[in-house]
Nanobody
Framework: QVQLVESGGGLVQAGGSLRLSCAAS????????MGWFRQAPGKEREFVAA????????AYADSVLGRFTISRDNAKNTVYLQMNSLKPEDTAVYYC??????????????????WGQGTQVTVSS
């Protein structure tokens, strides 16, 4: 079992920044890949970013490339999502997720086994 707890969401003006954190517990954090997804009202949950177990490789959705940065600190069992140049369309609940057995980074939500409860990000125009 893996428990994931997100934090850092909030209300920010367009052009601003937020940093989300996701603290993991339960199994060796450095053994699995991590991802961030988001879900806006009335929309499907969509991929945002992912990072390999070592932190050496990352992947991003086109919509956030160049604005968001995913990273992890295995000593702290935490993955981060630094979000810059935020836009109103980034408004959503953001979820972190753990992929326990992937050989590569996946953008498919069905490949992730554990999920956090989500943190709300609201970007005002």
């Amino acid at each position: 079992q893996v428990q994931l707890v997100e934090s850092g969401g909030g209300l920010v003006q367009a052009g601003g920044s937020l940093r989300l954190s996701c603290a993991a517990s339960g199994r060796t954090f450095s053994n699995y890949h991590m991802g961030w997804f988001r879900q806006a009202p009335g929309k499907e949950r969509e991929f945002v970013a992912a990072v390999t177990w070592s932190g050496s490789t990352t992947a991003y959705a086109d919509s956030v490339l160049g604005r968001f940065t995913i990273s992890r600190d295995n000593a702290k069992n935490t993955v981060y999502l630094q979000m810059n140049s935020l836009k109103p369309e980034d408004t959503a609940v953001y979820y972190c997720a753990a992929d326990m057995d992937g050989d590569y980074l996946s953008s498919r939500k069905y490949d992730y086994h554990y999920w956090g409860q989500g943190t709300q990000v609201t970007v005002s125009s």
